[in-house]
Nanobody
């Protein structure tokens, strides 16, 4: 069955960086879209970055220029490089996958989710 496992979260000071990983198994990785989402306490889930099998990438406006999504099809792993982190980036981060196309505003389209990894940005 489809399994996703995030890692790489932690605590970092403002301006710092983290790289999240999402290890995938149980499906044809290269045929599916991969999205990264986040949810802060008391807030709705928010789409962060998304990549389609054809390489199309989209980012939320709030992270453009700071976050980079990538993937290693050989290792079935997606990465979210997060630079210039801000306190407002604090949230639980999830990866999710499903058939394309990817849509940051339609998280309901993703049927498979990881358990999440926490990111805390504070001084």
């Amino acid at each position: 069955q489809v399994q996703l496992a995030e890692s790489g979260g932690g605590s970092v000071q403002p301006g710092g960086s983290l790289r999240l990983s999402c290890a995938a198994s149980g499906y044809t990785y290269s045929s599916y879209s991969m999205g990264w989402f986040r949810q802060a306490p008391g807030k709705e889930r928010e789409g962060v970055a998304c990549i389609d099998p054809d390489g199309s990438i989209s980012y939320a406006d709030s992270v453009k220029g700071r976050f980079t999504i990538s993937q290693d099809n050989g290792n079935h792993t997606s990465y979210l490089q997060m630079n210039s982190l801000k306190p407002e980036d604090t949230a639980m981060y999830y990866c999710a996958t499903d058939f394309p196309p990817c849509s940051l505003s339609e998280s309901w389209r993703f049927g498979y989710w990881g358990q999440g990894t926490p990111v805390n940005v504070s001084s």
